[in-house]
Nanobody
Framework: QVQLVESGGGLVQAGGSLRLSCAASGRTISTYTMGWFRQAPGKEREFVGA????????PYADSVKGRFTISRDNAKNTVYLHMNSLKPEDTAIYFC?????????????????WGQGTQVTVSS
């Protein structure tokens, strides 16, 4: 059974930082693409970034490039989303997800397993 558990969300002022964690069980995350997505109220779920299984590259959405970084601790089977210079428009529920696909990383439908999400709220 695969479980992804996010943590680290909360309320932060604009310009602040947060680190989200996604602890996985049931799969060794180093052999999968791990993605981060977010969903704001009234909006569709959108891709934030990923760490790819095939190359360990870390592509990001343009909206977060230069502010967010993704890292992975294989010993802890955990992936992290480091968020800096947060803006009110970053407010959303953040989800981590696991994909076995090698041909895509930003298509939500390609991810087989999802966490429950963690709320991030950025105040102005």
């Amino acid at each position: 059974q695969v479980q992804l558990v996010e943590s680290g969300g909360g309320l932060v002022q604009a310009g602040g930082s947060l680190r989200l964690s996604c602890a996985a069980s049931g799969r060794t995350i180093s052999t999968y693409t791990m993605g981060w997505f977010r969903q704001a109220p009234g909006k569709e779920r959108e891709f934030v970034g990923a760490i790819r299984r095939s190359s360990d590259s870390t592509p990001y959405a343009d909206s977060v490039k230069g502010r967010f970084t993704i890292s992975r601790d294989n010993a802890k089977n955990t992936v992290y989303l480091h968020m800096n210079s947060l803006k009110p428009e970053d407010t959303a529920i953040y989800f981590c997800a696991l994909s076995s696909a090698t041909w895509t990383y930003d298509w939500a439908a390609a991810y087989e397993y999802w966490g429950q999400g963690t709320q991030v709220t950025v105040s102005s």
